[in-house]
């Protein structure tokens, strides 16, 4: 399982970024997958996830509304839209793919910051 996460930066707050993550080494269609971040001093934790077949998503309660997950299973690529960003959001973000698979990306950086 590897996972190429990418589209980390600086923004403003206010600002908007979207996230990669590239998967291979699996079907990548048949599973579903997840972001999660980890913010300075603290434990990693869940953002969102997608199911493999419906589509269907699930968010934390600190990023409804404002990110949206999404895949193209024909680019094996999960995606996180994140808009109106907040200083809170600063943390590195890491694609996960679930049980049974357990595999997790190198993470990208997201700062935001004035």
């Known amino acids: 399982v590897q996972?190429?996460?990418?589209?980390?930066?600086?923004?403003q707050p206010g600002g908007f970024l979207r996230l990669s993550c590239v998967a291979s080494g699996f079907t990548f269609s048949s599973y579903g997958m997840h972001w999660y971040r980890r913010a300075?001093?603290?434990?990693?934790?869940?953002?969102a996830s997608?199911?493999?077949?419906t589509g269907s998503t699930n968010y934390a309660d600190s990023v409804k509304g404002r990110f949206t997950i999404s895949r193209d299973n024909g680019k094996n690529t999960v995606y996180l839209q994140m808009n109106t960003l907040k200083p809170e959001d600063t943390a590195v973000y890491y694609?996960?793919?679930?049980?049974?698979?357990?595999?997790?990306?190198?993470?990208?950086?997201?700062?935001?910051s004035s």
């Open 50 to 53: 997608i199911s493999s077949n």
């Open 40 to 47: 300075p001093g603290q434990e990693r934790e869940f953002v």
């Open 95 to 112: 694609c996960y793919a679930p049980y049974p698979l357990r595999g997790w990306g190198q993470g990208t950086q997201v700062t935001v």
């Open 3 to 11: 996972l190429v996460e990418s589209g980390g930066g600086l923004v």
